[in-house]
């Protein structure tokens, strides 16, 4: 017999998949199955296991809950900026694109004290024309940010260099992409922005 308070601590409070549960009792998945089925326990979806197997610690961000008046200033400019500079295609992903590192680092200001998200944890692309130095464009983006140069996806992008135009003079260095990779987190992004919408009309 497996009891429900063991089960529970197990598989809810420790995250540990039936498997895991299983070995760690030296029985075998058919028993922990039983017994999870005998006390009505609902089962993770894949998409919640994959997801606790990558974030062992829980959550990797903490959304702050009471708001003094300048963090209510930078939540509204970082979710301004989501709006109008983000990228919304990818479901689990919270990506924003720019050439200016102002910008920029006012997203990772918001990321950090609004949203609890580790500075370090986030990740970056770069996109440059033909005519532009790669090891200098990102050194100036490493710079500029205050990151680790490991934090760069390993592949420049490189666009063949076109007419020189007002874009190309704002584009020096690039466009840096940032990533924040995290399905829950893409979520909640979501639902303030449908909450403010919903609010302003």
Known sequence: ??????????????GFSMQEIADELR????????????YQMKRRSRSDALYIKH????????IKEKFNESDL????????????E?????????????????LIRQFILFLE??????????????????????DEAKSY???SLGVESSQFHPR?????????????KKSKYGVLTLYCSNIKLRAVFDDLMKKFAYELN
């Open 55 to 62: 974030n062992p610690n829980g959550d990797p961000f903490k």
């Open 141 to 143: 983006w490493i710079d």
């Open 27 to 38: 029985c075998s998945i058919n028993k922990v199955q039983y017994w999870m089925d005998k």
């Open 86 to 102: 983000g990228n919304k295609r990818h479901s689990g992903v919270v990506r924003l694109g720019n050439s200016d590192p102002l």
């Open 156 to 168: 420049i992008i490189v666009t063949q260099t076109g007419k020189i135009g007002t874009y190309r």
């Open 1 to 14: 017999m497996i009891s429900r308070s063991k089960l529970k601590g197990l598989y809810e409070d420790k």
């Open 113 to 134: 004290r609004i949203c609890g998200v580790d500075k370090k944890k986030l990740r970056f692309g770069l996109q440059i024309f033909s005519d532009i130095n790669p």
């Open 73 to 84: 200033v930078l939540l509204g400019l970082g979710l301004g900026l989501w709006w109008g």
